[in-house]
């Protein structure tokens, strides 16, 4: 037998013993992922909702879970929180979808009751929030249960097309809402967004929904930014040689910008942020900081700036998905690389070298394929 | 001749060299002060106002000046930048004002014509902002030029007090806008401020413009705090052993507050604000730093909050006239200490002592008495 | 048997046929009411509760159904849309309410999971809105069934007062929703308020949590203006001449207001707002209207004013319990008769002539006396 | 002599009485203008620009003057309130521009010290507002004087195209403002502009600035929506069978769109928007209406819209700037006429029959050829 007829034929037992089962991708310690068989999910809560994943990506924050810096992960742990896929059940508190129905999943969790949720801030649920692949069992597998289902899932468009609109589960939500929100874009601004990866891109891609007369973008790999040059930016700064902000002002001639969006999370491209907003400007950041940073209010005491974080809420989904099928976002764009889900372990290792890969978003699919 | 007969026949014969002088509260470099003759300020551009002061205070800024915190003020200016007075001339582009006009003279200069003025943002006015005893000569003297007078000076109300109207020229507009305007302070919210000395205060009282349903105030001093629950705070917390934070904490079951403001400018009063602000929160920085903070992005960035900066734009000071017109708003209440301007020393000293002497703001007034 | 005797018999008796009854307020076609029993509601979907009423009240648009004016609200319908209760049993699809809860009900029904709930509009929830009274059987009864109870209900807070909380099941959202937050209400601003009956009170009352500078309260009722007065109104209008748009602008000098709240629902009322209204202010309507006005574009169309409507949204119930548990609300003051539940006739009665009885929201309690 | 030469000798000899001469389009009463002599603007407040135009344009508002609706507008007026242009001349109180400078000269004068501009409502300026070729002499000339130039006129950028940015006079800002940010107009919104004439283009051209998924653009006229679809919108209904709101209400399956936008000024095209805005809808007005409107208040009141009108304030013009710069916007597309300021008079005439000739905007140039 060859490992895909094996594979096939361990599915078509994996009634055996009474549960059947499923491919996932499982974390087990630092360092350690692994493609195995995992029990298929069932309904626990009247909210739940079992999704067959079709399409399903990888997130730069799954590799920071597989280095270990993210403790609450535990061993055993399936990983994935973006996904596109069918309902094939659904517990009897659910009433926005059904069986067959076609979905997308949210990184976020809502129940849509709690406090935050009536103010719609999905991310700080008090059932939810970023739970999936996270504290539950997520989506890069072949089936994934999705507590609160009616605030956490978004029906498919008819006409939609899964590897653009997987890219609604997190990354357009995150840039969209952490950066450009947050960032309060408007017409004719100059904005900055520093680090050219796929969050900084979709920073990039949604940001243009406002018309901002100048979108710098500072990077320190050459190749992310000539993709930026495609996907909008007018100017790029190559942040190598440390003089990024120094360059942005000259260029400003010192007037420095309207929005300063840090998309890496480090306390050096922090710095940059701190160094090119103009006075009256916002600084909205994107990234995932695992250290302080340096403030400095001396200076900035007085600037009438302001700087606001943000745990992606999703919350402007609906409205993503109607520019996405406007025409006037195409998310694919992000898309470098894609893999048959039973490849992910490659996904996982191309999407790991992205720089030297020229990876952005990895699209998995479950295709026509069972494991 | 006593000291005073010495002074008013300084006075009189004031115009012998042909330069008319008055009393000035002069800089003379860190820690020197002296109120002595100064030459009556002159109408040197068309924008420019000369107003006779009545009434002036001063601001903790004035230490800082005084400490030598602030190199830009060089030696020989004429501190204050807070005064009500009366025009006594005005340049030919004055259009607003005329002589005998009672006024409020703003802390802030604001030309109305730059691109910072027309967005509202006069602290950043190309041609003013706060020069007024900074870069320029200020408002604890008997005369004062206000450059850019239509633009820096507001109408005195016919029925106005002008002990509480002074509070006008910055602190009470510093409090509203730094502190409850960009705190974004609400009906029903919970909010925190942090240092209850006069700025802190000023934020108090006009938060309560938005009836939030609870505001801390913490601070050192048990005296300043007991201001505070007069002025409507409706929680106290002594920071003094250094658990503000987390009692705050307990007695809000976990939650923080909704608007967190800073009013003391140290990186330990900063680093309360992070503490306890709430998920979905606001900080907003009132104090002036001079050194940078350590800001916990590890911590922050994904609890959706704000944090802002502001130099005060006194954008704001028609609203709160109205306000203080309809009763709503007492800034009188700030006042604890009287001197005429001949005893500014005096003055400086009580205010010097603020803690010692239970001063908040201590009132100059020109009064009948001429130097 | 007296009457009290033979009612407490038949409730006695009331599961005879098997089906529990209870007494409640029915609607019989324009004009016909009766206090009579019916079957006790049952849970009917999972998201329903089953509430028993201990206090509620009687609504101006109740007497509009009454008259006939809303032909939606069909023969046998039971009537009411504001009450407070307690559990008595709930669906399998709630999760934030148990049975023993005390609650808050609102006049709205909101599944939370539809494009409007999500938007907060509540009011033109997919599933609900308003349907209590309406076009479901409603809370002037012994029993309701509150569908979507998640949304639909709120905790009553343990030191609540029921009088005073009643009022938050409509009248308090209504006039600060569609009132004060629609007419944008600032510290300092310049409000008039057309018709002082109950809603016109609610919108004083939570106008003042923004402190403008002066209120006038308009209407034909000498004894309606006293309670505005009272209220916090700063200025009384009598409307009855037909003179008050011209006195008011007499008295703001040709100014007008900043915002005109129609608090009425008729042509002519809203024809002052337009009159009153100054250049970059706002209408905010509160008022149920039955005709069409004349809107006078053509003076208004460069006046750079905005005119709004809603359906109260209750999604400013949590805030509006906020403030009143702060003390800064007392809601309670709008209550000006008691009635227990078995009298709801009679409070009709009261309430139907309320300018004679000088009535403004008449409460029915179900206290110890069970029918 | 040939007329040409014959002008040029006029002017030549343009200073024998004393007084230089200009031509200029004269208005004289309903139905009469004439291209005639007039003596040249001279400084009458410090405040005062003299500007040669350069370019300016016709605005269907002079074509309502000329028709006698606007009263306020006397014998002997120069009309035109759009122009760019060279300073030649300022008086002493304007500090932002020099002589020799290339301006864009705003159709709204605002003094920028008053409390309308201070609000940023130049539209309602005390000392300005809409004056130009309305109650003072107007841009259809050789010179014209600019009061308050400092806030009235706008450097011209280096780069400029005098075609393309004599469109930011009026006509898209108007869009602009009482359109698009009236409208709140944001991505993913459903959009309908009723009047496909300039006007309506110019709020279709800065809709985009946000943008929409869907512009449905309605008027009587096919010629005008083929422009319409050129220029962005995404659906056209032609309105001329009365059946224009049944059509999009299925074509937007009873939804409705989230912004109506008039730009006729018609009770009957504002009929459309009441009828076409969804719940929660906003109507933005920018026609210039003569008469009053039904306003179906008895179907509004409980929809949760609001309905907005302004006279641009001009205020977005250095955002539009900006806009425009960066190559976001082409503001030349609305031009479909070309004239010498000569030939003015047959330039009115072409204008006069916008929808015959397919007139948009009509540009006329003082070029190298003086009168």
Redesign the interface.
Known sequence: MTTAELELATTATSTLSGTPTMKALVYHGPGKRAWEHKPRPTIQE?GDAIVRITTSTICGTDLHILKGDLPAVTEGRILGHEGIGTVEQVG??V??FHVGDKVIISCVTA???C???????Y??CRRGGWILGYTIDGTQAEYVRIPQA??SLYSFPPDGDEEALVMLSEILPTGFECGVL?GQV????TVAIVGAGPIGLAVLLTA???????IFMIDLDDKRLAVAKKFGA?NLINSADGHAAHRLMELTEGAGVDVAIEAV?LPAT?AICQEIVG??GRIA?V????????????K????????????V?T?TT??????V??G??QPGKLVTHRFVMNDIMKAYDTFGNAAKEGALKVVLTNGGSRS
Chains 1, 2, 3, 4 share one sequence.
Request: aromatic share 6%; proline share 7%; with cysteine.
């Open positions: 009247p009897t508190g009433s926005e129940c849509l009751k406090d935050f949720c009536k103010r719609g801030m991310s700080h009616d605030g947050n408007k017409p004719g601004d243009q929904f406002y018309s901002p007369a100048t007018t999370g922090f006075a009256g950041n990234g995932v900081h695992g250290k302080p940073v340096e403030l400095h209010m001396e900035l005491w007085d600037r009438n700036i302001s700087l606001t974080t943000r745990l809420d919350a609906p409205m993503l998905l109607k520019v099928r406007s006037k976002l």
